[in-house]
């Protein structure tokens, strides 16, 4: 990928577009969701489009793109404003063109870029905003062999690793939901994994907002069929300020959750048709919220004592290991060490209440499995978290 003021290019060396598909779905406006092709399935991201025509538009008023295959290749040269001049005929022209010996793939090049767009990329540090943000979208694919390079700079994927040992476990969840297809197409399995804890490397020995490089990583991150959809996500979406639920604090520094959604139908999965925001109306995606909930948490309760004694916090940190997220392959629930001397100071506070009342406060905090004692701190964390702190 190569931008700069006056023009955008993109070419990869990934098989090609083929004819059928540039002239059938790639470049034809409108698409009924219940139609998907084989590109489409087998755990794909393809049943609402990439946003690749909307893209071009917005980029600039003048682009080519050169695709072939193995078996065919066409070319396309789109001057936006005399297209758009008449408002009859939406048609797109494509040439059929000879197949040159390279390898199969496609160039797209943008000109005459609009101010908006061309001001933005001869601002100071887009390459790196860029590059940043293809790391964190892409990791899963970037991780599993996708070289992205732009501007000559190859980008690395954003590397999630936890603290482990000295009290420290990430949690590593799977569960396994079914969703009902439209028009009646039967259940569809959707498979969810859950990683979760304290960041290795930074964050969680420096609470303070203001004190944190890296506090633009911290939060959830969610995937729908390895592509991320919400990257470093500290508001309601991923359950923080939701209901009884603490909102996010710079005290929290140092989180991290990842959560994984896959599916061989991609219309099961809960994104929107942009794929660059959550459906929090998917049933699947609030039970995995109720587990993402619990999860947090317990970094919340860490969050506390880490702060009522920075320095014996620090110590533990410094000697716990590391692993990745890719290195957790077991199951397991999510642990934060003791803190000595932490302790000191604390009162026992019981009181009694009906049981169904508190299995409905347990309910509403996304885990109906907690037990009073837990129900009881927990409310007592966000009653303090939202009106003491």
Sequence with gaps: MKCSPSSFRINDNCGGISVEI????AFNFGRDPREHTEADTEAGIGIYGIGMKRALFKLGRQFNIQSHTKDDAFVMSVDVDKWAANAQNWDLELRIAKQPTKEPGTTIEVNDLRPGVSQEFATTGFTTRLIDA???TYAAFLDQGLDIKVNGTPVKPTDF???DGQGFRPLHERLSEQVVGPSGRGKVDVDVEIWAGAASGGGTSRPDVGEDDDASLWGWYVLCN???????????RTGWGLALFPQWHPQYNGFIGIVSFRSDEP???PWTTTKNDIDIESLVYRKARGRMQAAAREYIKYSRV???NPEGAKKIERSASSVKLTELSKVQPMKTPAVPGTTQGTVNIAYQKPKRQVAKVAAALGDPSLSASQVGIQTFDYYYASEVE
Excluded: I, Q
């Design 22 to 25: 540039a002239t059938e779905y």
């Design 226 to 236: 390895n592509r991320v959809v919400l990257s470093a996500d500290k508001t309601d």
């Design 306 to 308: 880490r702060k009522a």
């Design 267 to 269: 219309y099961a999965l």
């Design 134 to 136: 293809a790391a964190r």
């Design 161 to 163: 690793t936890f603290l």
